[in-house]
């Protein structure tokens, strides 16, 4: 059994469902859907770099998420679950049941991740393959559910017949709770749609953190789906600004500075707070962590390198610096390297040691003096809060506030520290599960695109130029 016979097994039995040989139009709407939700899940399995068997599994899954739609429509007459079946157990008993998948090595994943690709979360404790097609398959699905919301939209006279939304109120206010649960990262309850517009906010809320991979983050900004819902319940809302300002900001992932270059050369502006390069190590008993540290030779170097990669923006470039002479130099590099070299590098101690996210300063450096900085700082981000700490979300709020006050270019290059980047990336859903191994490298930056309709997307930047975290010991 391999895919392209599984996909002639489910078209052959798609077939079935033929009227004078066409499938009813209502079906026909899944077929294509279920063509979208596939393309959709080998863009995410590249985009990840999936191994194959994995990228497979995905492929499968999305194949047959939605195979029991035909037979539910035939029998039921409706698509709404709670009026018919559960399509996904639906979807999981038919496949099963014709043995589609018997013989195929990565079976239990598959069926699975049909099973679970309707579910308001996915249950714990999954192995790696059936997380990944799962994850994979409720992306995917609901990258072709922007895409159908959209389309739908443009197709009917909505304010006058809403039957494709549930036939929902169209002049009803948003539901308080729905734009609480959305405003908190958490999933909306279905019992409280009342209105259209919280109809579409499930769908920003999806966009917010509902989307697993960084790849379906990109692909969602790209295609567009939050300023579309953003301009749509403008409309519908008469430019609520509680409405307005959950369309404005949304995750995007990792991204590379190919990525943050296409952004800008698409109309955006680019505001990085990159983490200085390569340092020699901090003396622990040194309350100004290293103030006075230089940096390395190739630290320097990769400093000027990013800058020659930067070069086609100099014309419209601000830096602002830490005071630290590190973070100095590494504008000083970036600039140099941008053919700018000699120009004044304005420093400000917000983004230094008089950061937003320490209340005290003198207490957070006893906390980091027993050289258990990164426990300290995964227990801050875990829960929110630390001694010595301000609230992870104030900081990171008065933050983005500040610098984007003082952010007029077109290219922002402020330079910071890695505590502030990762700080800020994890308050912004960007990255939650930081360990050593995969932290903040010298040279990335925590980055805030702006689109031209003033929409805010989150990224971590790996710029590549550095591996190392640390830094290396002084000889
Ligand atoms: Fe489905």
Redesign the pocket.
Known sequence: MDFAELLRRYDAYVDTFKVDGALPPMMELKRIHTACVLANARAIAAGEGMDPETAEACEAAALL??TGRYEQLRRYNTFRDSDSVD??VFSHDIVREKGWLDGYPHAEAVLKAVLY??RRELPEGLDALTAAASHCTRDA?KLDIFRVLEHQLKVTDWRKDCTAFWSLPVAAKPNPQVLAAIRDGRPVDYQHIKALADFVLIQVGWIRSGLHFGTTRRLAAERGHMAFRRRFLAELTDGDPDVDALCRAAPLGELSLDDVEAALRRGCRALLFVRHAERPKIDGEDPTFGETLPLTDEGWRTCLRFGERMKEFAGDVQFLSSPLRRTRMTAEGIAEGMGLSGIAIPTDPLIGNSTFYFADQPTVFELFRDGQFFRHLFEYMANGRQRGFREINEASDMLEEWALSRFTARLGIFTTHDLHNAAYLHARGVKRDWTVESWVRFLDAAAIIIEPDGTRLYALVRTGFSNGTVGVRAN
Do not use: Y
Request: proline share 0%; charged share 30%.
């Open positions: 998420h939605d399509h996904a690709h309707n699905d």
